[in-house]
């Protein structure tokens, strides 16, 4: 008999090792292993609990205690007198209790088990790897004793399995959660979501909505203040996803560095999902304390809904997408919801940036120069470089035509890159033939802050064709300072302002806080945005911000040039009001090197006075 006993405990533990190797889940081992047992140790109740991270046990398998049993014990604290599992648990080694109706640990609990003619149980603790008391696996006796020989050296078998199973277990969660959880965050990851959208697309009536939230300017935070502020940042935005109060937010995940998804589930309509995106924007607003310095989550939003957005997984997605860029791109800060028309300007600015990525390939970007003139005496004091593009077919297209292109940073890097090489190269000719060019302004977009070495890349052609500092003008817009490079933006131009670099700040008018930006940033120049011009002799305010602005550059010591003049009359009016330096197409078009060479030729001015840097522009004699 006990040969056969011990064959029997033998094939016991095979058969649990292998469906422990095959993968099997605890609570599956831990049925079959109480099944086995019992089968083997005649008159034997088995039980296994699990101790869950509150210290409560919960009922795992028990296949022979009845089921208001097992819902009895869930949720009981563990302790120095909680019955046998209970205090087993506590106390990390087995416990005998061979009569259940006197032993005091089970005061208290003993009316659960008496009914059932149970009377004497012992439990022993299970382990996981750490150490952690992770489970208990129980012998209850329809009898007041202790346990057998035979059944020590079962239970000793089965703790052993038990731990096995329980660590492999582990295992598996681990791996799984490695691969469908974000470890910085904790959120489920792109693949979790993308399983999660597919599933939800393939219900039988979805009515479900989808937000894409990007945090904004994280490079720069990182670059700036460090990834250890950027990991904060991200974890503060998706801890507010994950507690977010609208109702109809199921779940949130992060798909990318800086991106998240958020899953609105009932959500039928785009008015619906704007007021979540804007419940979403609300709980980002309130500050929040990283070392020492109070940050607020910036973040950018694009929604779909299922149904009018899209029916399966992959063009959801895909529409969000377009809506996320097309916020980014037009308005950061902002939610967009999608529409049809977006796919079509997304797709048309993909391939615009193709092409001119294709044209740098293929040498056909150029650059162009239209002059900035004296009002009184229409003679050429500077120059802008504006880039220019041409086509296979052999036509010329202005900037405008590829702007979408400099949403790109790389092609837009390639971009300057390109042009401040040219500009250098031109330059240095027109000083090599003694023509009387006292500036030459260059603009520069968002992607030529980012890269972090700015005075490098623009200064090195320049350096190196021997043309000096100080008659380069670099030309920034408000946009640049507001995409979240502010700091950096102003560092730079600070430090090439050092050099002798005159700096402008270009369109003036049409950003946000434009007076505030002249107190604030480095500038030696304004330029005055097309805009105002264009209405000064038609539109009373527009002629009177043109004048104020006059008067507010001249207290601060700026220069101004007036762009886009077009007529005599607009140049009149400007020369009237104070304004000295202006361009636009009533004194010439932009052209190439050669044309303008011969411009400055011909109406360069030849009295020149030598550069004042805190001035800008040299003073009109």
């Not at 029997?8 to 047992?37: D, K, M, P, W």
């Not at 994950?242 to 937010?249: G, I, K, M, T």
């Amino acid at each position: 008999m006990r040969t056969d006993g011990h064959f029997a405990l033998q094939q016991l533990q095979t058969e649990i090792l292998e469906a422990i190797a095959l993968g099997s889940q605890f609570h599956v081992i831990a049925n079959l292993l109480c099944a086995r047992v019992e089968s083997l140790a005649p008159g034997v109740i088995c039980s296994i609990l699990l101790i869950d991270e509150n210290r409560q046990l919960r009922s795992l398998a028990a296949p022979s205690l009845p089921a208001h049993y097992c819902e009895a014990l869930n949720g009981l604290d563990i302790g120095p007198s909680a019955g046998s599992c209970g205090t087993a648990a506590f106390r990390g080694e087995p416990v005998v209790v061979t009569d259940i109706a006197t032993d005091p640990l089970w005061f208290g609990y003993a009316q659960l088990a008496l009914p059932l003619g149970l009377r004497a149980c012992w439990s022993s603790p299970i382990c996981d790897s750490s150490g952690r008391v992770a489970a208990t696996f129980a012998f209850y006796y329809p009898v007041q004793r202790g346990p057998s020989a035979f059944e020590r050296q079962i239970v000793d078998a089965c703790v052993h399995l038990c731990t096995i199973s329980i660590a492999h277990t582990q295992m598996q969660q681990h791996n799984h959660h490695l691969a469908y959880f974000d470890q910085l965050t904790n959120l489920p990851n792109r693949r979790c979501f993308d399983e999660a959208i597919t599933a939800l697309a393939l219900e039988t009536s979805p009515s479900f909505a989808l937000i894409l939230v990007d945090i904004d300017h994280l490079k720069a935070i990182n670059d700036s203040m460090g990834h250890m502020v950027g990991d904060r940042l991200i974890r503060e935005v998706a801890q507010r996803l994950r507690d977010s109060d609208a109702a109809a937010v199921s779940a949130a995940y992060r798909l990318s560095g800086d991106e998240f998804a958020v899953v609105c589930d009932p959500c039928r309509n785009h008015a619906e999902l704007a007021r979540i995106a804007h419940a979403i924007r609300r709980r980002m607003s309130p500050p929040f304390e990283c070392n020492g310095n109070m940050m607020v989550p910036q973040v950018t939003l694009g929604g779909v809904v299922y149904g009018p957005d899209g029916s399966d997984a992959e063009t959801l997605r895909q529409n969000a997408d377009f809506a996320l860029y097309h916020a980014k791109e037009t308005d950061r800060g902002s939610y967009v919801a999608f529409d049809a028309e977006l796919r079509t300007t997304i797709m048309q600015r993909v391939e615009t940036i193709r092409e001119v990525d294709q044209a740098l390939s293929e040498d056909r970007i150029l650059t162009y120069y239209q002059p900035v003139v004296r009002l009184d005496t229409a003679e050429i004091v500077g120059l802008e470089a504006l880039a220019r593009m041409v086509t296979p077919d052999g036509r010329i297209v202005a900037a405008g035509a590829f702007s979408a292109a400099f949403s790109d940073n790389k092609v837009a890097s390639r971009i300057s890159e390109r042009m401040f090489a040219q500009i250098a190269r031109d330059l240095a000719a027109w000083i090599a033939r003694g023509l009387p060019i006292q500036h030459v302004g260059i603009n520069l977009a968002p992607a030529d802050f980012e890269s972090g070495d700015l005075e490098a890349r623009f200064l090195a052609p320049f350096e190196a064709a021997g043309v000096p500092y100080h008659q380069l003008v670099v030309e920034v817009t408000e946009n640049v300072f507001l995409d979240g490079l502010g700091e950096d933006v102003a560092e730079s131009l600070t430090r090439l302002r050092n050099l002798g670099v005159l700096v402008s700040l270009d369109d003036f008018g049409t950003g946000f806080a434009s007076l505030t930006h002249l107190l604030k940033l480095p500038v030696d120049i304004i330029k005055i945005d097309r805009s105002f011009v264009d209405q000064m002799l038609t539109d009373a305010p527009s002629s009177a911000i043109i004048e104020g602005l006059m008067g507010i550059a001249d207290k601060l010591g700026m220069r101004v040039v007036a762009e886009g003049i077009e007529n005599a009359g607009q140049a009149e009016r400007l020369n009237e009001l104070g304004y000295v330096l202006g361009q636009g197409y009533h004194f010439a078009r932009p052209a190439d090197f050669n044309s303008t060479t011969d411009l400055l030729q011909l109406f360069a001015q030849r009295k020149a006075q030598p550069p004042v840097v805190a001035k800008g522009w040299a003073e009109a004699s």
